[in-house]
DNA sequence: ATTATAAGCTAATAATCGTTAGCTGTCAAG
DNA sequence: CTTGACAGCTAACGATTATTAGCTTATAAT
């Protein structure tokens, strides 16, 4: 029988201590003896478990896949674009909208594998174009597309004013994937990035809200800076 | 006398194929033996110019240092804050923002040196935090605070409406930093990526410009899809 | 022309790399 | 209790790493 016991859970462990070090040096930085040592065993003992150093590397590749984790998943609201004319969006606020953008950058920054998994891609994205691609895929265009498709919905009902819900959705999630960025090489400024995304979210909910209507006239003389 | 004819010119080569090699892979993925080979010379023929590995990685950095090339460097109009209050942007068109931004990707992507200095920190931005630092002010903070003067300048001028010339320049200038992020590990998706800045930067002007007063009326009712 | 320096080379260094062989103790199944 | 697989270990492998020593050749200054 397959007892996962002892030896699944230092194969996890291996697994773990790989990423947070990848993630930190990048694989060709990081040696063999150096995650033996972390998980507290020693180099060749890795080999009861993997067969090669690239084959660490694979499989915390391949458990991804599996998780299929996005930026996406941080957020409880979900909206597929089929679903996307049910006006479930019809009295959105600028209060929701900021309230997501903070729960999404939470997940995006604290859960350790999501932010550890990250960094690691991006080190590592330029190693071949399936890293690249996926790289693309899963920290912008997914997230592009979820939002093109809620902007679509908005749009429809009227919540939110515009013609192209894909240039909305680019706008709106671009501040957002540059500042978990800057948090992931700067992890001391993520205050002032979620300050700045605030400022963000709430110009761009009055910036095509219809009830915030926006003309010269409203703006014409500002008394002082 | 120090003659800069055969030395300096080798001495330029070892910087150049270092950048290049290290752009592709980073640092330790590449060998003092690769870049020597690359240059046509031996390995150890590389300590007669640099002491060290690590002092190659250095010298390029350092030049850079002096370089100090931004994003900015590739448009031909500049604004500094202090000048920012003369009216030279008055009559700025959605045609010089586009062509504006059209000349900064021209630059950023296809000057070699600027482009591979860029993946390589892109690489090694984690490595210690001076990098962190000087990723985010090199590739954001500069170009964001450049546009700030820019929006701040046209704001005043009445050429642009809006509040927060922080917040705009930074959700005008992310989708283009985002876009040459692709542009870098996926260049196949340069003509994409020109388009859809396109898009983002007449959707901005329009959005911004009083000449385009945007209400609910205007666009209330659809016809379809 | 002489001479010194500079810039290449080969050979060799110690260190570290990923990986294999083979031994030992643990522990669960029979 | 016996047995066998498993998961750790040490020792060692060859390959590659960055780097040094020392020789040679080309070049530039005197």
Not at 106 to 135: G, K
């Given at each position: 029988?397959?007892?996962?016991?002892?030896?699944?859970?230092?194969?996890?462990?291996?697994?773990?201590?790989?990423?947070?070090?990848?993630?930190?040096?990048?694989?060709?930085?990081?040696?063999?003896?150096?995650?033996?040592?972390?998980?507290?065993?020693?180099?060749?003992?890795?080999?009861?478990?993997?067969?090669?150093?690239?084959?660490?590397?694979?499989?915390?590749?391949?458990?991804?896949?599996?998780?299929y984790d996005t930026f996406t998943d941080g957020i409880d609201v979900h909206v597929s674009?089929?679903?996307?004319?049910?006006?479930?969006?019809?009295?959105?606020?600028?209060?929701?909208?900021?309230?997501k953008v903070?729960q999404l950058?939470?997940y995006s920054?604290?859960?350790?594998?999501v932010?550890?998994?990250?960094?690691?891609?991006?080190?590592?994205?330029?190693?071949?174009?399936?890293?690249?691609?996926?790289?693309?895929?899963r920290y912008l265009e997914r997230l592009v597309r979820y939002h093109?498709g809620l902007?679509?919905?908005?749009?429809?009902?009227?919540?939110?004013?515009?013609?192209?819900?894909?240039?909305?959705?680019?706008?709106?999630v671009?501040?957002v994937?540059?500042?978990?960025?800057?948090?992931?090489?700067?992890?001391?400024?993520?205050?002032?990035?979620?300050?700045?995304?605030?400022?963000?979210?709430?110009?761009?909910?009055?910036?095509?809200?219809?009830?915030?209507?926006?003309?010269?006239?409203?703006?014409?003389?500002?008394?002082?800076?």
């Amino acid at each position: 029988m397959k007892q996962a016991s002892k030896k699944e859970d230092t194969k996890q462990r291996i697994l773990d201590e790989a990423l947070r070090l990848f993630s930190q040096s990048g694989y060709d930085a990081v040696s063999v003896e150096r995650i033996a040592s972390a998980v507290g065993i020693k180099a060749p003992s890795l080999y009861k478990h993997f067969k090669s150093k690239q084959e660490i590397f694979d499989a915390i590749v391949a458990e991804t896949y599996r998780r299929y984790d996005t930026f996406t998943d941080g957020i409880d609201v979900h909206v597929s674009e089929s679903k996307a004319d049910e006006k479930v969006f019809d009295g959105i606020s600028e209060e929701m909208l900021a309230k997501k953008v903070r729960q999404l950058i939470e997940y995006s920054l604290h859960d350790e594998y999501v932010s550890r998994f990250r960094r690691m891609m991006t080190i590592e994205q330029f190693r071949n174009a399936e890293f690249a691609d996926m790289y693309s895929e899963r920290y912008l265009e997914r997230l592009v597309r979820y939002h093109a498709g809620l902007f679509r919905a908005l749009i429809k009902s009227g919540t939110i004013i515009g013609e192209d819900p894909d240039t909305l959705a680019l706008e709106y999630v671009a501040p957002v994937v540059l500042m978990v960025e800057i948090c992931d090489r700067q992890p001391e400024r993520e205050a002032e990035c979620l300050k700045r995304l605030e400022a963000h979210v709430r110009n761009f909910y009055r910036t095509y809200s219809p009830h915030m209507v926006k003309t010269a006239e409203k703006r014409g003389g500002k008394s002082d800076g």
